[in-house]
């Protein structure tokens, strides 16, 4: 199966909350708001609509192309699928929490009032995803602001929007790039930094900087290893060189009484 991804069209997002009802609905989440405009990301809400101005920007985890959730994971509670969502399985979580100060988006959540607390977010509707059905959010949207299918389709309805409508949009898709690419992408009428987006995060996956970072230790382990092996040679010879110098010293007094 093709890796899938979202396009959501800020133009065309009128804030009716029907993706966030979807949502809830879907993974039997309870309300936590009776305006989906004024709720925020928590452990019972996995995605929601925010007015900026005149426009409403979603959002929702972003399941990166290569998730650094996953890359700082001690004990592999997540995976990135075939399809591009980003899965959870509470089963192995330890609870570091390391997934939510790593995520540069920070949308992991954490059950903070529960007795077995798991980290909380989207799964881009996996089970539904994998029958060939949509993500119950991209169902619900009555004015298309959200697309769902394969990621090149979406980038590729997402260029063309943008050389058609030069004087809609801003020349800019949205997590195309960003952090090494994900699969939810955006096209906006305004520059990004507007809508609340981070604008300055690196273009290049985040785990990539870890992968650099534990290649190099295999060198330090070598070169420690040596300086370790030097250390105990030089132990051992100085031990050496004092026991010849004690049996020497012994023999010449030896001689001497003799």
Not at 7 to 36: F, H
Not at 90 to 106: D, I
Not at 144 to 171: C, H, S, V, W
Not at 175 to 201: A, D, M
Request: charge should be negative; charged fraction near 25%; proline fraction near 5%.
């Amino acid at each position: 199966m093709k890796r899938k991804a979202f396009l959501i069209d800020i133009t065309e997002c009128v804030g009716c909350g029907a993706c966030y009802e979807a949502c809830k609905e879907q993974n039997n989440l309870p309300q936590t708001s009776d305006d989906p405009l004024r709720d925020s990301l928590s452990d019972k809400t996995y995605t929601i609509v925010e007015q900026r101005g005149d426009f409403f920007v979603r959002r929702m985890c972003q399941h990166c192309e290569d998730p650094t959730c996953v890359s700082v994971c001690p004990v592999g509670a997540f995976t990135k699928t075939e399809v591009g969502a980003v899965l959870y399985d509470e089963s192995k979580c330890l609870g570091c929490r390391y997934c939510m100060q790593a995520c540069p988006f920070q949308i992991p959540r954490y059950e903070w009032g529960s007795v077995k607390p798991r980290v909380q977010k989207c799964i881009m509707c996996y089970d539904r995803v994998k029958n060939g059905e949509l993500p119950a959010c991209a169902e619900a949207c009555p004015t298309g602001a959200t697309l769902f299918g394969d990621r090149d389709e979406m980038i590729e309805i997402a260029k063309q929007r943008l050389a058609e409508n030069p004087e809609k949009y801003y020349q800019h898709i949205y997590g195309l790039e960003e952090v090494g690419g994900t699969s939810v992408l955006y096209i906006s009428p305004v520059p990004f930094e507007e809508l609340g987006f981070n604008t300055k995060l690196l273009k290049t996956a985040l785990p990539n900087f870890t992968h650099e970072a534990l290649a190099k230790i295999p060198t330090l382990v070598t070169v420690g290893g040596v300086l370790l092996t030097g250390f105990y040679w030089l132990t051992n010879r100085k031990n050496e060189i004092a026991r010849e110098k004690f049996e020497e010293k012994k023999k010449q007094n030896l001689r001497g009484e003799e």
